[in-house]
């Protein structure tokens, strides 16, 4: 046995229940999750570095207008992109909802600001900025420092960071060695692209690419698209793309209550069943038996988490999109507390669920809050994974909380001792779900729900900075 692996099986035979004090924590990104992650540790009153690779704060929500070298995010010595932001893009959903509870996400006033409900892109980077700035958190970021591994020796963490050199180029890159008590993982998961597997793609003529890099319609200007994946990205990009092409052709592998066919309210956007094959003389057929001749196709087939610094000798992995073995998709057993990942979970309401995870984080790191026994964690887990094969669900959708994320940000609530989330926002989030399904196209615009504003807006007050 090597004295990583000592030093692991060391890690794993420590008590979970630490008393109560203060740590050193490395918190990997300033995204959303990076940020609430840093105010929650603080909070507790632990010592806190978070390292992130870019010059600002705000991760997803920082818009690049260029793209990657690679179009399908394939190479892996390209320059990564972090953000999959479009220009178009607004969110999905109404701000009430969608920022940290105890820092509502409100209309300001000031340049450049968009008070809409459902705000362009820009709007929430700003919040993000002026959460990190209310909250003093820039302090403790490592700008342009990029951590390039996380591994254990003799019970601690070893982080190794490197700062990038400055823009004239004097400055040298500097290399870091720390070590830290505890590392919590916000490095994001919406950048790493999945590709569909499309048979004879390799003869196939014409252009690919991923939704992480699109941006704007106009290199789509009177061709033929063939987009694969009817989720966000889908929706959203097809009817941005279909501005300005001549045909979108949707191709999608679970089709629900959708028709398949050319769709209503538009001249050029059809929906099919999912590719079947794509040929040497530039044809993609449909399995329905239909065919296209297309420019492009456009996977808008989502994200695959990656972790390309983190070395837990397999204690952590990644398998069909499944991160695990994760106790409450936070700690792994086995490494707990020392380790712990905010962000995990799709199909949710991000922001007040990252500050749910980060407040159960901090208080267990300080020994506030207990752990059960790794062995009963992992038990947890091992239940957890034969529910979700009983039911039927593939690995890749281990995380997709869409059917219990109250549930889940209830009884983490419960855990850290704070209160539960509010009425008013899970019924607003179940009012946008069937507002966006009945009406995709106007529902950042229309709404009926006034009255769950009203009550958003009169619980909003009582949140005062400190
Ligand atoms: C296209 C798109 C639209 C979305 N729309 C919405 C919406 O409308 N509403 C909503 O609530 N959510 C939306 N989301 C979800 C969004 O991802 C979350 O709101 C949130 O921004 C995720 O934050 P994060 O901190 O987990 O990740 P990120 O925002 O990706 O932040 C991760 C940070 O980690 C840094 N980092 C990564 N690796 C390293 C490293 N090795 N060293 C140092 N730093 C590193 C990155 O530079 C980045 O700053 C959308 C996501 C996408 C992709
Ligand atoms: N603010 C906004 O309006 C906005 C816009 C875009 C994105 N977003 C957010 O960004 C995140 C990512 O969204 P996303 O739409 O990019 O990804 P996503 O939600 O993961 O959806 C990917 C889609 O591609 C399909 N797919 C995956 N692999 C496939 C394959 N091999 N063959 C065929 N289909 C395949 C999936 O189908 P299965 O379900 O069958 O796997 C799914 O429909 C989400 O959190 C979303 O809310 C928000």
Not at 207 to 221: A, G, I, L, T
Not at 230 to 259: F, P, Q
Not at 342 to 364: H, R, T
Request: negative net charge; aromatic residues 10%.
């Amino acid at each position: 046995m090597d004295m990583a692996s000592s030093s692991l099986q060391r890690l794993a035979m420590m008590p979970v229940q630490v008393s109560r004090s203060s740590r050193n924590v490395a918190v990997i990104g300033a995204g959303a999750a990076g940020l609430v992650a840093a105010r929650e540790l603080r909070r507790e009153g632990h010592k806190v570095v978070v390292y992130e690779q870019g010059q600002k704060v705000g991760g997803t929500w920082i818009y690049d207008p260029n793209a990657e070298s690679d179009p399908l995010g394939l190479d892996p010595s390209r320059a990564i992109v972090q953000s999959s932001l479009y220009d178009s893009l607004r969110t999905n959903l109404p701000r009430e909802v969608m920022g940290f509870r105890d820092y509502p996400f409100v209309a300001k006033e000031g340049k450049g600001r968009d008070p809409r409900r459902f705000p362009g892109h820009r709007e929430v980077f700003l919040y993000l900025e002026d959460f990190a700035r209310d909250f003093e958190i820039l302090e403790f970021v490592r700008f342009e420092t990029e951590v390039l591994h996380v591994g254990m020796e003799e019970g601690k963490w070893i982080v190794k960071s490197r700062k990038r050199a400055g823009a004239d180029g004097d400055d040298p890159l500097i290399d870091s060695d720390e070590v830290y008590d505890g590392v919590v993982i916000c490095n994001g998961h919406f950048t790493e692209p999945r590709i569909a597997e499309i048979p004879g793609i390799d003869s196939w003529p014409g252009k690919q690419m991923h939704s992480h890099n699109y941006r704007v319609p106009d290199p789509f200007r009177d061709q033929v698209v063939v987009l694969i994946g009817s989720s966000s990205s889908g929706a959203d990009i097809s009817r941005d793309i279909a501005r300005v092409a001549k045909e979108v052709h949707i191709a999608v592998r679970s089709i629900t209550n959708e028709t398949i066919g050319k769709q209503p309210g538009y001249e050029n956007i059809w929906l099919h069943s999912m590719i079947k094959g794509a040929h040497g003389d530039g044809t993609v057929v449909f399995q329905d038996g239909s065919s296209v001749l297309p420019d492009v196709v456009l996977h808008c087939t989502g994200y695959k988490y990656h972790f390309p610094f983190l070395d837990t000798h397999d204690i952590v992995t990644v398998d069909d999109n499944r991160v695990g073995p994760l106790y409450k998709h936070v700690f792994p057993p086995l490494l707990a507390p020392w380790l712990s990942f905010i962000g995990l979970p799709w199909k949710v309401i991000p922001l007040p669920m990252f500050e749910f995870q980060s407040k159960w984080v901090a208080g267990v790191l300080s020994g506030r809050i207990v752990l059960p026994l790794p062995k009963e964690m992992m038990e947890d887990v091992e239940n957890f994974y034969s529910k979700l094969e009983a039911a039927g669900w593939p690995k890749r959708y281990t995380h997709n909380m869409a059917d219990y994320q109250f549930e889940y940000n209830d009884w983490l609530a419960t855990e850290c001792g704070c209160s539960v989330s509010e009425e008013w926002r899970k019924q607003m989030y179940e009012a946008t779900g069937r507002s966006k399904q009945a009406r995709p196209e106007t529902y950042r615009d229309l709404w009926e729900d006034q009255n769950l504003i009203s009550q958003a807006n009169e619980d909003f007050p009582q949140y005062k900075l400190r």
